[in-house]
């Protein structure tokens, strides 16, 4: 499974963005999937993860309540939607398929996608 994130890019304190991840060489229709992220200096740190039924959603608890994580099997697509932005979500946003929940691993990662939150 080759993972494409995108959607990535400058926006004001408040602000929302919505990144995808696009998946080629196998449906992501059996995979749970998630997204975590990076900042600068920082570890990688879970954010946000859906079922492979798309029923069941987790979230960190720094970001519940701001983003939602949806995605559409048919396009073979998970978009995390991030909104009221702040300044400590600025990162490297990392799609992953099937992640251990709880820890750092999963069977696939994406490239990552930059978000900078910044006045």
């Known amino acids: 499974v080759q993972l494409v994130e995108s959607g990535g890019g400058l926006v004001q304190p408040g602000g929302s963005l919505r990144l995808s991840c696009a998946a080629s060489?196998?449906?992501?229709?059996?995979?749970?999937m998630g997204w975590f992220r990076q900042a600068p200096g920082k570890e990688r740190e879970f954010v946000a993860a859906?079922?492979?039924?798309?029923?069941?959603?987790n979230y960190a608890e720094s970001v519940k309540g701001r983003f939602a994580i949806s995605r559409d099997n048919g396009k073979n697509t998970v978009y995390p939607q991030l909104s009221s932005l702040k300044l400590e979500d600025t990162a490297v946003y990392f799609c992953a398929a099937n992640p251990v929940l709880g820890s750092k691993v999963a069977d696939y990662w994406g490239q990552g996608t930059q978000v900078t939150v910044s006045s």
């Open positions: 060489g196998r449906t992501l229709r059996s995979y749970g």
């Open positions: 859906i079922s492979a039924s798309g029923v069941t959603t």
